[in-house]
């Protein structure tokens, strides 16, 4: 069978994240998906860390492109990365005051 990253996708289609309410690829949470020879790399990004959701993410992903493409396969990465919102430094900053000097 001819692997593409299309159909990689394809099948991460029927991954479907618990908290967002649809699935993985339309929340934009794989990342970097590679192709190799037969081989399968990619990156799931969440925003909250939850080893549980986690593990069951990564399973159920492996699943889904195993049963896909049978033994064509071999999945040798798949991360999860952590993407946490950035704090708003200036967001306790209630006055700003400009000094100047000039001559």
Do not use: W
Request: net charge neutral; proline share 1%.
């Amino acid at each position: 069978m001819n692997i593409t990253i299309d159909k990689i996708k394809d099948c991460l289609r029927q991954v479907l994240y618990m908290k967002g309410g649809d699935n993985i690829i339309a929340l934009d949470m794989v990342k970097n998906i590679r192709l190799e020879d037969n081989k399968v790399f990619f990156n799931i990004e969440v925003s909250e860390r939850n080893e549980k959701i986690e593990k069951i993410i990564i399973s159920q992903s492996v699943k889904k492109i195993k049963e896909t493409f049978e033994d064509d396969i071999i999945i040798e990465e798949s991360h999860i990365t952590v993407n946490l919102p950035q704090a708003n430094m200036f967001s306790n900053i209630k006055n700003i005051i400009a000094v100047a000097s000039g001559k």
